[in-house]
């Protein structure tokens, strides 16, 4: 019975796996863009499998809600807001001698990698006692609140600094376009000569 | 039981993966997946070498709730930077402004 249930594991460990790089390729190499970030949701999706099987099912939830749900949604949006990322001329590197740098350097970290995961002795199984499915969550949330709470709350501020820093890329432009703000109550901005003449231009 | 090597070996030929489409593609929105892609190789490798690590801790999957916390934030800003790439050389191609250059001199 147990050489069968480690069977179907290792069956459904590589039809998950068959299924993940196949979407993967697919995410970059697809011709294209809106069917590869497609493909990039669904490989997302497929990934939350291998945290089931990792007896994890509160970050596959996380991966679902997250990457398929939030991410790659983010990107179809990208796709579609930028008009010309569906060009496919972009598929195409102009040079050959720069596609053949990128193979390589991809090859010598996939065989370094790949000398490490299969010649370093990993341990082939883990104690499915020590780990308790229905305390799982409330472990792993006072692991992450009770004695990592700090880490938790840096994060927070990394986040915040970047979504601040990414409304203020988006603002600088037009700031850039404006001179010093000049009046009696310091609000009053003068527009720059060049910015004034595209708007008549436009109106 | 699924040995450890095996989810390795998937977590890095992903990682590969990711490392090509961010060293030889163009496009920005390729590149971006591409980051992505590393960001789902590099979380399986977490959770299953804490799941396999004895005894049993939960650094791993504490570590990739705050990967894939950070991973949101740092789409959003890369689309933001995509959007004003795009903004500037009117396209998503990454060998624009050495073209731009080479023609305008700037």
Known sequence: MQGFETLFEQVEFILLAGLVLILAYLALEHEDIVYAAFFFGMMASVVAGFYLLLEAPFIAGMQIAVYTGGISALIIFGVLLLPRAQDSTLEVFPTSRAKRIGVLITSVVMILSGILALLFPWPESFVSENINLSQNLEELAKWLWGSHGIYVQMTALIILTALVGAVVIMKMEKAERLEPIKGEFGIEAETHPAYTETQEEEQ | ?106
């Open chain 2, 1 to 106: 039981m699924i040995p450890l090597s095996w989810y390795l070996v998937l977590a890095f030929i992903l990682i590969g993966l990711g490392v090509y489409g961010m060293m030889v593609k163009r496009n920005l929105i390729r590149v971006l997946i591409g980051a992505e892609i590393i960001g789902n190789g590099v979380t399986i490798a977490l959770v299953a070498l804490a799941l396999y690590n004895s005894p049993f801790t939960f650094t791993g999957q504490g570590l990739t709730i705050i990967i894939i916390a950070i991973a949101a934030a740092h789409t959003a800003l890369a689309m933001v930077l995509m959007l004003m790439y795009h903004r500037r050389y009117g396209t998503v191609d990454l060998g624009q402004p050495v073209r731009q250059e080479e023609i305008t001199g700037v």
